[in-house]
C-alpha cells in the first residue's frame, strides 16, 4: 500500500520526509519519490528501489545548502496498482506548467474519462497512472489559489484519495485531502506533518488529528486549518497518540495478521471498486481483454495455485461451474508440469497466486503458455513475474500482505473468482436479471465481513477453549469444503497444532478412526444446501467423542443444539457465504496462536513467498 508523508516547518524538510518514508517502508513499495519546494522552485527526485536509493540519490544530486534549505516538502512510497512500477509512475507527479506536484493514496476511477477531456485540452502525460491525471485536473483549474484548486478537483473525482499537494508559488502551505484512504496530521512545534499513518509522524509529535472522508485542510507551519469540499470549517479532534513504532506500524494490532484480517471489508471494497455493473447484471474486469464472444467460446477452465491461492481455486470451481456451466479443473502447480496436462483449444488456464512469485505456480504458466494455452493471471502484486507472463488478468487490489499467512489475499481472490464467474457466466446462458441479483449480493460482502469482526470476542472464548489440544479436523461440505481446507491450513501454519481439512462425507472413509474426546472437529454447518447432512456427520463425531464446535448461521438455534461450541456467521448467500465464514476461522486460528504464544507473522519454516521448488 502506497505510503505519504509531508512536510511543512521551521527545519529542513529532506531529512523528515526520508525518515518518515523509511517508517513506512513495512507497508511494502516498488518506488519512491520526493518533492521539495525551495524559494519559487520545485525540486522532484524519484524512481524503482529502495527509500535508501533515494536517500544516496538525494545526496548525491542535491547540494547540502538546498537539501538543508527546503522548508516543505512531499514524498511517497508507490504499491503499484495502475501502471508498472517505473520511475515515470512513481510519486510526486506534476502539473502541466511543472509548479504543482502531489503524492497520492487510492484508485481514481474515472480517470480514464478525464484524461481524454484533458488531452483534449492539449494535457500531456508522462505515465501511466490515475494520479497524474489527478494532479493535471487539479493544475487547469488553479488560478493561484491552492485549496480552491483541490477542492474544484476533487469535485470531478469518482474513488479513494489520500493527497498532499504543493504549489511553487506558494511555498509555506500544502493542501491535503481524503476520501477513503487514511491521512493523520501531526501538530509539532512551529512545524506540520501528515503522513499515511502514524508511523511516520511519532518520532515528531503525539498530538494528531485523523482526516474524515471529504475533508480538504491547508497545513501550514503553524497547523492545519481543515475544511470539507464546500469551503465550510469543520472541527477535528486533535488526539494523543500513546503507540510505540512497532504498534503504530501495526495500526494498534498486536500483529500484521491481525491487522490484516481487520483490513479487508476495506480491502474487499477496493478490489469491488468499479467493477460491477447491476444494470447489465455483470462484472468489469478489462484486465481480462476478452471479448464476450472469447469469453463465450471458453470450453474448460483448469485454474493452477498453490497452498491458500489453491484453496481459492477450488472454491473458484463450485463459481465456475454454477453459474458459467464451464467444467473447471484445479490442479497443484507444482504437479503441473511433472504429469502430460491436457490442452485443448478453447481451453483458459487460471494461475492464482498473491505474490505473482510463487516458483511452482510461475512454471505451470510457463508450461501451459508453451502447450498454447490462453492464461490468465490473478495476482495481488502488480508487476510481478506472473502478472507480465500472463500479461492478461485481474488484479485483487487487496493491498501488500505482510503476515506470512494469507488472509486478506484469500478473500479478495474468492471475490474476483465470482466476479470473473459473473462475467464468463453473463456470456454464456446466465440471464442479466440473475446477474443482477448476484452483483447485489456481491456488494453485501464487506459489510458481511464486518459483521463477523464484530464477533471477535466470540471467536477468542471458542479458542480459548481448545487453544490446547494437539490436534484438529475442519469439515466441510460443497464449497465450504475448500473453505474447510483453508481453515486447517491457517490453524496448522500458525498454531502448530495438527489440523486436517477433510470433506465431511470422506470422514467415515478413514480419518473417522482417529477421532476421539481428545480431537475437536470444526464443522462449517452454515452452507444451506449441505445443512441436514452436516448435521449427521456431526453426530458421528460426537458418537466418537468427538468435541464439535459448529460455525453456524446466525439464528440457527437448531444446529446450535447438536455442538459443544459456536461461532455464528451472518445469513448470507451460498455464493458469497465462503468469505464471511473463513473470516472467522482466520481469527479462530489467530486466537489459538495467539493464546499458544507462537510468533504469528512469522511462523517456523515459513516462507511469504516461495520461490524455489
Ligand atoms: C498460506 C500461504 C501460502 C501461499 C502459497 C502461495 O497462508 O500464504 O500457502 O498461499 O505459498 O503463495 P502465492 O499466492 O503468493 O502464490
Known amino acids: 500500500m502506497c505510503g505519504i508523508v509531508g512536510y511543512v516547518g521551521g527545519r529542513g524538510a529532506t531529512d523528515v520526509l526520508l525518515g518518515g518514508l523509511k517508517r513506512l517502508e513495512y507497508r511494502g513499495y516498488d518506488s519512491a519519490g520526493l518533492a521539495l519546494v525551495e524559494g519559487q522552485k520545485l525540486h522532484i527526485l524519484k524512481g524503482t528501489g529502495k527509500v535508501r536509493d533515494l536517500e544516496q540519490s538525494v545526496y548525491a544530486q542535491w547540494d547540502a545548502g538546498f537539501r538543508d534549505g527546503a522548508r516543505m516538502g512531499i514524498a511517497h512510497t508507490r504499491w503499484a496498482t495502475h501502471g508498472s512500477p517505473t520511475a515515470e509512475n512513481a510519486h510526486p507527479h506534476t502539473d502541466q506548467t511543472g509548479h504543482l506536484a502531489m503524492v497520492h493514496n487510492g484508485i481514481i476511477e474515472n480517470y480514464v474519462a478525464l484524461r481524454t477531456q484533458l488531452k483534449a485540452k492539449g494535457h500531456m502525460f508522462a505515465s501511466q497512472t490515475d494520479s497524474e491525471v489527478l494532479i493535471h485536473l487539479i493544475g487547469e483549474l488553479y488560478k493561484g489559489n491552492l485549496f480552491e484548486a483541490v477542492s474544484a478537483a476533487l469535485k470531478h473525482v469518482e474513488g479513494t484519495y489520500g493527497i498532499a499537494v504543493v504549489s511553487a508559488n506558494e511555498p509555506d502551505q500544502m493542501v491535503v485531502a481524503r476520501k477513503g484512504s487514511p491521512l493523520v496530521i501531526g501538530l509539532g512545534e512551529n512545524e506540520t506533518i501528515v503522513a499515511s499513518d502514524v508511523s511516520a509522524i511519532i518520532a515528531h509529535t503525539r498530538q494528531v488529528i485523523f482526516l474524515d472522508d471529504d475533508d480538504v485542510a491547508v497545513l501550514t507551519a503553524q497547523g492545519a486549518d481543515i475544511r470539507n469540499l464546500h469551503n465550510i470549517p469543520v472541527s477535528r479532534e486533535v488526539a494523543q497518540v500513546d503507540w510505540d513504532v512497532g504498534a503504530a506500524e501495526k495500526g494498534g494490532f498486536e500483529h500484521f495478521m491481525l491487522k490484516e484480517i481487520f483490513e479487508q471489508p476495506e480491502a474487499l471494497e477496493n478490489t469491488l471498486r468499479g467493477r460491477l455493473d447491476e444494470a447489465m447484471g455483470t462484472a468489469i474486469l478489462s484486465g481480462l481483454s476478452l471479448s464476450p464472444r472469447e469469453l463465450a467460446g471458453i470450453r474448460r477452465l483448469v485454474i493452477v495455485a498453490c497452498g491458500t491461492s489453491l484453496n481459492a481455486g477450488m472454491v473458484g470451481k463450485y463459481y465456475f461451474e454454477e453459474l458459467a456451466d464451464l467444467p473447471t479443473e484445479v490442479e497443484q502447480a507444482a504437479e503441473y508440469r511433472y504429469r502430460n496436462p491436457i490442452i485443448q483449444p478453447d481451453d483458459m488456464v487460471i494461475a492464482i497466486s498473491q505474490s505473482g512469485e510463487t516458483a511452482d505456480t510461475l512454471a505451470a504458466v510457463r508450461e501451459a503458455k508453451q502447450r498454447g494455452a490462453l492464461v490468465v493471471g490473478l495476482c495481488n502484486v502488480v508487476g510481478s513475474t506472473i502478472a507480465r507472463e500472463t500479461g492478461?488478468?485481474?488484479?485483487?487490489?487487496?493491498?501488500?500482505?505482510?503476515?506470512?499467512?494469507?488472509?486478506?489475499?484469500?478473500?479478495?481472490?474468492?471475490?474476483?473468482?465470482?466476479?470473473?464467474?459473473?462475467?464468463?457466466?453473463?456470456?454464456?446462458?446466465?440471464?442479466?436479471?440473475?446477474?443482477?441479483?448476484?452483483?447485489?449480493?456481491?456488494?453485501?460482502?464487506?459489510?458481511?465481513?464486518?459483521?463477523?469482526?464484530?464477533?471477535?470476542?466470540?471467536?477468542?472464548?471458542?479458542?480459548?477453549?481448545?487453544?490446547?489440544?494437539?490436534?484438529?479436523?475442519?469439515?466441510?461440505?460443497?464449497?465450504?469444503?475448500?473453505?474447510?481446507?483453508?481453515?486447517?491450513?491457517?490453524?496448522?501454519?500458525?498454531?502448530?497444532?495438527?489440523?486436517?481439512?477433510?470433506?465431511?462425507?470422506?470422514?467415515?472413509?478413514?480419518?473417522?478412526?482417529?477421532?476421539?474426546?481428545?480431537?475437536?472437529?470444526?464443522?462449517?454447518?452454515?452452507?444451506?444446501?449441505?445443512?441436514?447432512?452436516?448435521?449427521?456427520?456431526?453426530?458421528?463425531?460426537?458418537?466418537?467423542?468427538?468435541?464439535?464446535?459448529?460455525?453456524?448461521?446466525?439464528?440457527?438455534?437448531?444446529?446450535?443444539?447438536?455442538?459443544?461450541?459456536?461461532?455464528?456467521?451472518?445469513?448470507?448467500?451460498?455464493?458469497?457465504?465462503?468469505?464471511?465464514?473463513?473470516?472467522?476461522?482466520?481469527?479462530?486460528?489467530?486466537?489459538?496462536?495467539?493464546?499458544?504464544?507462537?510468533?504469528?507473522?512469522?511462523?517456523?519454516?515459513?516462507a511469504k513467498s516461495v520461490t524455489v521448488e
Open 392 to 606: 492478461r488478468g485481474v488484479y485483487l487490489h487487496a493491498g501488500p500482505e505482510i503476515g506470512v499467512a494469507s488472509t486478506k489475499a484469500f478473500t479478495c481472490q474468492l471475490a474476483v473468482l465470482l466476479m470473473m464467474a459473473l462475467k464468463i457466466g453473463r456470456c454464456r446462458r446466465l440471464s442479466r436479471q440473475r446477474g443482477s441479483e448476484i452483483c447485489e449480493e456481491i456488494r453485501q460482502i464487506p459489510a458481511l465481513v464486518r459483521s463477523v469482526l464484530k464477533r471477535n470476542d466470540e471467536i477468542i472464548a471458542v479458542a480459548g477453549e481448545y487453544a490446547k489440544v494437539r490436534d484438529f479436523f475442519f469439515l466441510g461440505r460443497g464449497c465450504m469444503y475448500p473453505v474447510a481446507l483453508e481453515g486447517a491450513l491457517k490453524l496448522k501454519e500458525i498454531s502448530y497444532i495438527h489440523a486436517e481439512g477433510y470433506h465431511a462425507a470422506e470422514l467415515k472413509h478413514g480419518p473417522i478412526a482417529l477421532l476421539d474426546d481428545q480431537v475437536p472437529v470444526m464443522a462449517l454447518m452454515n452452507d444451506l444446501a449441505g445443512r441436514e447432512k452436516m448435521v449427521s456427520n456431526v453426530q458421528e463425531c460426537r458418537a466418537r467423542n468427538a468435541p464439535v464446535v459448529g460455525v453456524i448461521t446466525e439464528g440457527d438455534d437448531s444446529a446450535a443444539q447438536h455442538v459443544n461450541g459456536v461461532i455464528h456467521v451472518p445469513r448470507c448467500s451460498r455464493l458469497t457465504a465462503p468469505i464471511p465464514t473463513v473470516v472467522a476461522l482466520q481469527l479462530f486460528a489467530y486466537h489459538v496462536a495467539r493464546i499458544r504464544g507462537c510468533p504469528i507473522d512469522q511462523p517456523r519454516n515459513l
